[in-house]
């Protein structure tokens, strides 16, 4: 079950975080806790293999995170040149990452759409950096509807959910 996070969820993720070969480099040495929290996030999610909703569990096994992109981050120009709609029309998936040994049930599918899903009820667009998604691959992304947004940078990986106005 998706839900909301809630503080009480941190401990868990930060155990999420410690099992993932790939947390390294999505850390870059930071503290988990801190990171889970640095962000101006709009929503945070978990996703929660019990099936109740009233009592955070244990179970904890995804996160996800949407926010409002930074006008001063440089990769929010390439997002705006792509999708020629202003920043503030732009939200980000970030932050979505689950247990490795819960891979083959789809949960950080059901997550990724759960927040286009939520984005485009905002009437926003969108947007990711791979290398803050890095757990999983350009190819989890791209058949989920993202595009990976040409940049001629090859350390840069920005990709854009395809819309009629975006898509080519």
């Known amino acids: 079950?998706?839900?909301?996070?809630?503080?009480?969820?941190?401990?868990?993720?930060?155990?999420?975080l410690a099992a993932m070969d790939e947390s390294a480099p999505l850390l870059a040495g930071r503290d988990p806790r801190?990171?889970?929290?640095?962000?101006?996030?709009e929503l945070s999610w978990v996703f929660d293999m019990a099936p109740v909703?009233?009592?955070?569990?244990?179970?904890?096994?995804?996160?996800v995170q949407v926010y409002r992109v930074d006008?001063?981050?440089p990769l929010t120009s390439y997002w705006v040149d792509h999708s020629r709609r202003p920043a503030g029309d732009l939200l980000a998936?970030?932050?979505?990452?689950?247990?490795?040994?819960?891979?083959?049930?789809?949960?950080?599918r059901y997550l990724l759409q759960e927040s286009v899903t939520y984005?485009?009820?905002q009437g926003k667009v969108p947007v990711l950096d791979l290398h803050q998604?890095?757990?999983?691959?350009?190819?989890?992304?791209?058949?989920?509807g993202f595009e990976e947004i040409s940049t001629g940078d090859p350390g840069v990986a920005v990709m854009i959910h395809a819309t009629p106005a975006a898509a080519h």
């Open 71 to 73: 006008e001063r981050d």
């Open 1 to 16: 079950m998706i839900r909301e996070r809630r503080p009480e969820d941190l401990d868990r993720l930060c155990a999420v």
């Open 93 to 108: 998936v970030g932050r979505l990452f689950v247990r490795p040994d819960t891979y083959e049930h789809g949960i950080g």
């Open 53 to 63: 909703r009233v009592t955070p569990t244990k179970n904890v096994v995804g996160h």
């Open 34 to 41: 801190e990171w889970l929290e640095e962000s101006d996030a």
């Open 133 to 144: 998604n890095a757990p999983f691959p350009k190819t989890f992304y791209e058949r989920r």
């Open 119 to 121: 984005i485009r009820s």
